[in-house]
């Protein structure tokens, strides 16, 4: 806690140094957007942006440190005691032709940045040195009645980037605001007009995994759900049901975790099945090797939790209960059946009392010592003998290389070595 209020207050520091030099040098500059915004609602920004009238050779003078990022759109970055801050010359955005960058950009005043940016909520700029705010968009009323508002024709503001309609999501669940009427009926209407398919599956994915990993996320689910923009997003059909599931989870559930109780709050009976469904997830949303996995393993866990689970042995229940993913799917069990979570936990705990994960008694090497030939025969015995240490059935090595000579033997002689 205390090294992360220092952190945030030396990340503002160092913003307000990068001001004072601009300033110092003559120009225009004042911190702009989601970081003025989130100090006047009381939270620490986690990152900080500039917005100066200094052009970007200017600003390159001025800090050694500084690097173009979006040089056709004037954006530099600087780093300042360590901090990286973005620094961007006032611009007015020209035309969008791809829904996604204007195709060109103008430098120009505070007035007109603020105009091309997305809500009024986020259209503030701070001047640090006067502790002024300049409200060109009408954001800090906005702020004050909890509404996402688009700056200027709604319709128009969607069409040039459809990413912005996650973004009105995104910040109306973070902070508990409203999407004011016409905004939520112009995405609404883009929705339905297909404009998301205008996003790269990057973006998506992106914004939507910003929305599952807050604690925000089953209120996000809902505003997506309602706004009609879950299809688009998920690929898949539209619904409207309760995100239980996802609601239940604790506040700091993997991103995995919360596509698995979503997925699962929104299947249907005549469905697909979850683990067909979780791969089409995985393509529409471009998850990381390990989310995938994390989502498909869940899903396999929690449906044997929920089916075969009471009926399988001592030795199939500890493996899975040793599963990275299995407090997870546990988890996302006790979001829709509770008793039954709870009698798995009591299970588990039972289990625990004879190590759930010993260390396996033998190795391949050990097979390899007693004469065995290495094959594919291997892995089942080394399988079949490990299941019946987890089993309680073997004491030492001695006994666990007796079975498992036993065993090779009766697999016959392409087991057994010569
Ligand atoms: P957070 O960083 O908390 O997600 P943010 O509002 O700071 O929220 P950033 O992506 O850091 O979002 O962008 C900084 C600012 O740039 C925003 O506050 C907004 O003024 C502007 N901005 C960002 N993305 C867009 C967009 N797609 N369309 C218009 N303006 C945008
Ligand atoms: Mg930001």
Not at 47 to 55: L, S, V
Not at 57 to 73: D, I, M, P, T, W
Not at 299 to 324: C, V
């Amino acid at each position: 806690m205390g090294t992360q209020a220092t952190t945030h207050d030396d990340l503002r520091a160092a913003a307000v140094q990068i001001v004072r030099a601009l300033a110092a040098g003559g120009h225009v500059a004042y911190l702009a957007g989601g970081c003025v915004r989130d100090r006047l609602m009381g939270l620490d920004p986690t990152d900080y942006d500039i917005a100066t009238d200094a052009r970007p050779e200017q600003v390159q003078k001025l800090f050694r440190q500084a690097h173009y990022v979006g040089e056709s759109f004037g954006v530099m970055l600087v780093r300042q005691h360590g901090h990286l801050i973005h620094v961007a010359t006032f611009r007015t955005d020209g035309v969008y032709s791809d829904g996604r960058h204007p195709d060109s950009v103008t430098f120009s005043d505070a007035e007109h940045d603020a105009a091309r940016r997305d809500f009024t909520i986020n259209g503030l700029f701070e001047d640090p040195l006067t502790d002024t705010i300049i409200d060109h968009v009408g954001g800090r009323a906005d702020l004050d009645a909890r509404s996402i508002r688009a700056i200027g024709l709604p319709e128009a503001r969607l069409r040039e980037d459809g990413l912005r309609m996650l973004r009105a999501v995104r910040f109306a669940a973070r902070f508990e605001f409203a999407i004011e009427e016409a905004t939520a009926d112009a995405i609404r209407t883009a929705a339905a007009a297909g404009l998301l398919r205008g996003v790269s599956r990057e973006r998506i994915g992106e914004e939507l995994k910003r929305m599952l990993t807050h604690p925000s996320r089953a209120k996000a689910a809902w505003e997506l759900q309602d706004l009609e923009l879950d299809h688009a997003v998920l690929d898949g059909a539209h619904r409207l049901v309760a995100p239980t599931r996802l609601g239940r989870l604790p506040d700091d559930a993997p991103y995995s975790t919360a596509l698995a109780a979503w997925l699962l709050d929104r299947s249907q009976p005549d469905d697909e099945s979850p683990s067909d469904r979780a791969l089409r997830w995985s393509r529409a949303l471009l998850l990381s090797n390990a989310d995938q996995h994390g989502l498909c393993r869940s899903l396999e866990i929690h449906d044997t939790l929920s089916g075969s689970w009471p009926r399988l042995g001592i030795a199939a229940q500890k493996r899975l209960a040793a599963q990275p993913e299995f407090e997870q799917a546990l988890l996302i069990l006790a979001g829709s059946d509770q008793e039954t979570a709870v009698e798995v936990r009591g299970r588990v705990r039972e289990l625990a009392r004879t190590d759930l994960a010993p260390p396996p008694l033998i190795t391949g090497d050990d097979l390899i010592d007693v004469g065995l030939a290495p094959g594919p025969a291997f892995r089942t015995v080394l399988d079949a003998v490990y299941d019946a240490q987890l089993e309680g059935g073997l004491g030492n090595r001695a006994e666990a290389l007796a079975l498992a000579r036993a065993i090779a033997d009766s697999d016959g002689p392409a087991a057994a070595g010569g």
